[in-house]
């Protein structure tokens, strides 16, 4: 959606992805691990209940994407043919010249999340601590590794890079288990937070992702280090010490709700918005940059808040009560 905000860009906004798999890793050991360590919930259980989650809003952002590009003329109808049905299939596109999913390009980062769901519930759940920092540590090597032989922080969607993307979440997915099984020590050495530093750790979050530390800058990957290893770790641990309360709450909720089936179809939106702006206009909406950009934000928003009240909301409840009455069968 940068493009419609221009001249204000938001360079870091890319660091999002880090959080999202920060937060992948405590809220899933959070909900998890006690069942899966019991033996209450088996690996296939959780699989299919991470599956369950995480591909139908990615095949709305996809679809919604294929028909974009249907709507935009921009690819072939063999190509798009076969985007569609690897996209179905969860596979990457192998064209080098283009992302590994064209449809719906945040997907990369989904794909990741299922492998690192599928290693979680195989055997990291049942990991001692030792052996989960080793992980994290590893992966963090790695991650580092790939930055600055490539130059950049913003790696994993890439064809030959899609094992650094396995390196990012292992990373900050680690770190967030980590995180949730020291949580007792945690919140007994910092307190409750109020509502004061909840707002405080919102804007933390809203500064560290629209701080103008362009990719071409010699700062971008320390300032990407420094938020990946030590800032959003810290963020974390403050957030999950924090209690909000009324329409703050209320509000907190509302944007956890909203966040993933934003996540979900936000790419492919943009890119509907912006083929339907040229269609009707004759140029492109960068053009009316940066007042686009506000509207842009809000039909994303709004298609996100269709997309979860009256399809995933639902779907949920329906493939939850499916998942527990085979489980119990099983």
């Given at each position: ?137 590893v992966s963090g090597v790695a ?128 890119m509907g918005i912006e083929g ?55």
């Open positions: 959606m940068i493009p419609a905000f221009r001249p204000v860009t938001s360079p870091s906004s890319y660091l999002a992805v880090d959080i999202f798999f920060l937060l992948s890793g405590f809220v899933l050991a959070a909900s998890y691990e006690q069942r899966l360590q019991s033996g209450y919930l088996t690996a296939r259980s959780f699989f299919a209940l991470r599956l369950s989650r995480i591909y139908p809003l990615y095949m709305v952002g996809t679809l919604f994407g294929f028909f974009v590009f249907v709507f935009r003329e921009e690819i072939s109808p063999p190509s798009l043919s076969q985007a569609l049905t690897l996209a179905v299939l969860f596979l990457p596109n192998p064209d080098p010249t283009t992302n590994l999913y064209p449809l719906n390009p945040p997907a990369w980062s989904l794909l990741s999340e299922l492998v690192m769901s599928f290693i979680y519930g195989v055997f990291l759940c049942r990991a001692r601590n030792a052996f989960v920092w080793a992980t994290a540590a991650f580092t590794w790939a930055t600055v032989v490539h130059g950049r922080a913003d790696i994993g969607f890439q064809q030959d890079l899609l094992w650094a993307g396995m390196a990012r979440i292992g990373l900050s997915f680690s770190v967030g288990v980590l995180v949730y099984r020291h949580l007792n020590d945690l919140r007994a050495l910092i307190g409750p937070l109020g509502d004061k530093a909840t707002i405080a750790i919102f804007g933390a979050v809203v500064l560290a992702l629209t701080a103008p530390v362009s990719q071409t800058s010699p700062l971008s990957m320390p300032y990407a280090m420094l938020m990946i290893f030590i800032v959003f770790p810290a963020i974390m641990i403050a957030s999950v010490n924090a209690s909000p309360t009324g329409r703050l709450k209320d509000t907190s909720i509302w944007l956890g709700r909203l966040s993933f089936p934003l996540y979900a179809v936000h790419a492919p939106a943009f339907l702006t040229h269609r009707i206009t004759g140029v492109e909406i960068g053009f009316y940059a940066p007042w686009a950009g506000p509207v842009v934000l809000a039909a994303a928003v709004w298609i996100a808040l269709l997309v979860e009240r009256h399809f995933d909301r639902p779907l949920r409840s329906v493939l939850k009560t499916w998942l527990s009455k085979k489980s119990y069968a099983s």
